[in-house]
């Protein structure tokens, strides 16, 4: 089994979960079978049939007008929150690395404080202060990923600086932002895309997590971590609750470590 | 001798501004709530006295950095001030609810090392063999479950499939020891599997690179058979470069458990950490983001330290 074999193996994977995941979220943009809030009495805990694909739930709406609506907010967070990140992380990487000494412990003392905050429990206190709401989810998610990014960026910067061509640059007095733009930015590429799809997996793992406990997207919204809480109560006789929601996050979440392992693979194949 | 004192002094510096930071972070996050947090704690329906009277016991209307300061050196002796909701020391409330999620992390610490060294050393002899390709696809799937859904999955699966009816019971570990560990294992383990995937990952790249390394060969040369070198070198080895990562792992199980505490009903500091953001009880909130933070500082310098006592590549890496 050669590199390139496996590589390619892992992009047709990841491309077709993904593939029904995005397949999910563009027809829950447009049409849904029902109405996503419409309770039904006389269809009550449903399991899966030909008019209910996915089954009903407690209040008989259903689940799967629910799992096409949820995937839109799935995407926006992880989207959105990784947006935050990889800005800050950017722009705190990239200076850490750049100027070093002061500027660097100054920078890299800060994110470390961050990240010994376990898990959640930062995006939760931002959520507590500030009340749960969508763009507090996203900023507060976005903080706690963004050590991650900037990392990667002063340690490849560091390494980079050392190059001819940099010190060349420094020497014509190119401006930090123009050289950074430039030269560093387009030459971490490589290092800083699979950390960017793994951030977007993790983030909706984080994600679901604070839907879970109900500090997250808020109802009457659907989203995948509120319905397996709201199933909860009714696992053992209604599994599909859990199992239709669980199966579209782990293919989202899965998708995203296969095209980030193929990103790797390929990467190191080419470089060989 | 000198290298040592060095680098422990340097990381011990590191340790105790990255506490103080974290203490200001958590105070700063508190202090910075849109309007006033009295007002906030007791919503709209309070008087104006209810609300000043909250203002003087909290001490609202003294300087920021007052407060500041006031409230680290109570935090240092251990003193979180009172529990709006519980109207109990925040310590105690703390302390009670310390065994279930401290028992938790440490169980799925235990199973998260005992599974993934023999996976790891398994794989590590053949990489991209069928038993390790495998193993790492079944890795890669259980690191995209989250882990409450995983937790849900199990117990539909032990009390369907298995019939076994005694998930989500909890006993207290003062009346009744073996059953207060026999109601963490499953959550343990719901909470450990993904870590498990870390660790395994991180694992056996490090033992696939320590088994090309000189010292393999030469050992192999010397005649010791495959498996004593696994045990006597590569092992040991990877042990130490992995210290750090099973330090990130327990301060990730920490924090998993919060939520998995949730699915199955056990009365640990997650529970009261959600309980306390419901009541917007800000002096417990404030207390155990604190708490839980200063135990991941602690872990991270406890990890540096160790790895450093035995790695003396560590401390020199540093100095020179």
Not at chain 2, 298 to 320: G, H, K, N
């Amino acid at each position: 089994m050669n590199l390139a074999r496996i590589s390619k193996r892992y992009l047709i994977m990841g491309m077709t979960l993904l593939g029904i995941v995005l397949a999910f979220f563009l027809i829950g943009l447009i049409w849904t079978p029902y109405g996503i809030n419409d309770t039904d009495a006389a269809a009550k805990l449903l399991a899966p049939c030909a008019d209910h694909l996915f089954g009903t739930d407690n209040m008989g709406r259903d689940v799967f007008s629910r799992c096409l609506a949820a995937a839109r907010y799935t995407l926006l967070v992880s989207f959105a929150g990784v947006a935050v990140a990889l800005v800050l992380g950017t722009v705190a990487g990239l200076a850490a690395g750049y100027f070093g000494g002061i500027t660097d412990k100054i920078i890299m003392i800060l994110s470390n404080s961050v990240m010994c905050f376990p898990g959640i429990l930062l995006a939760l206190v931002a959520v507590a202060v500030f009340g749960p709401s969508l763009y507090n989810v996203i900023w507060a998610l976005g903080l706690v990923f963004a050590p991650t990014f900037a990392r990667v960026y002063r340690s490849g910067t560091i390494e980079l600086m050392t190059r001819d061509f940099i010190l060349q640059s420094k020497v014509m007095k190119v401006p930090p932002v123009r050289l950074m733009y430039v030269h560093i930015l387009p030459n971490l590429m490589a290092q800083i895309l699979p950390a960017v799809i793994t951030g977007l997996a993790n983030m909706t793992l984080f994600e679901s997590g604070m839907s879970y406990l109900g500090l997250g997207v808020q109802p009457p919204a659907a989203s995948y971590g509120k319905m397996l809480s709201d199933a909860q109560s009714y696992m053992t006789v209604a599994p599909w609750l859990i199992i239709f929601p669980t199966l579209i996050l782990v293919f989202y979440i899965l998708g995203l470590y296969f095209i980030s392992e193929w990103v790797r693979t390929s990467v190191r194949g080419g470089s060989q | 001798m000198g290298n040592r004192v060095k680098f422990a002094a340097g990381k011990l510096c590191e340790f105790l501004l990255t506490a103080l930071l974290v203490s200001f972070f958590t105070f700063a996050a508190f202090s910075i709530i849109p309007g006033d947090a009295a007002r906030v704690m007791l919503g709209t329906t309070a008087t104006e006295e209810q609300v000043e009277h909250l203002r003087t016991e909290l001490g609202l209307n003294e300087p920021l950095a007052q407060r500041y300061v006031s409230w680290l050196t109570s935090a240092m002796r251990g003193d979180f001030g009172k529990s709006l909701a519980f109207s109990e020391p925040v310590s105690e409330l703390i302390s009670s609810r310390l065994p279930v999620t401290l028992g938790m992390s440490l169980i799925a610490l235990i199973i998260v090392i005992v599974v993934s060294f023999p996976f790891a050393a398994v794989c590590s002899r053949r990489p991209g063999k069928f038993t390790d390709r495998a193993l790492s696809a079944a890795g890669h799937i259980l690191f995209a479950i989250p882990p409450f859904a995983l937790s849900m999955m199990l117990i539909i699966l032990f009390t369907r499939v298995f019939g076994i009816v005694a998930v989500g019971q909890y006993a207290r570990p003062s009346d009744d020891f073996g059953k207060f560990l026999s109601c963490l294992i499953l959550p343990a383990f719901c909470i450990a599997l993904p870590k498990i995937a870390m660790t395994f990952k991180f694992l056996r790249a490090s033992m696939i690179e320590y088994s090309a390394s000189d010292f393999a060969r030469t050992s192999k040369s010397h005649g010791l058979t495959d498996f004593m070198i696994l045990i006597k070198h590569i092992i040991p080895n990877s042990a130490v470069s992995s210290i750090t990562v099973i330090s990130l792992v327990l301060s990730d199980i920490m924090g998993g458990s919060l939520i998995v505490e949730q699915v199955f009903n056990l009365p640990g500091l997650g529970r009261l950490l959600l309980a306390a953001i419901s009541r917007r009880d800000f002096p417990l909130l404030s207390g155990i983001v604190f708490y839980l933070a200063l135990m991941t500082v602690v872990l991270y310098f406890m990890s540096d330290m160790i790895a450093a006592l035995i790695d003396p590549r560590i401390r020199d890496r540093r100095t020179s």
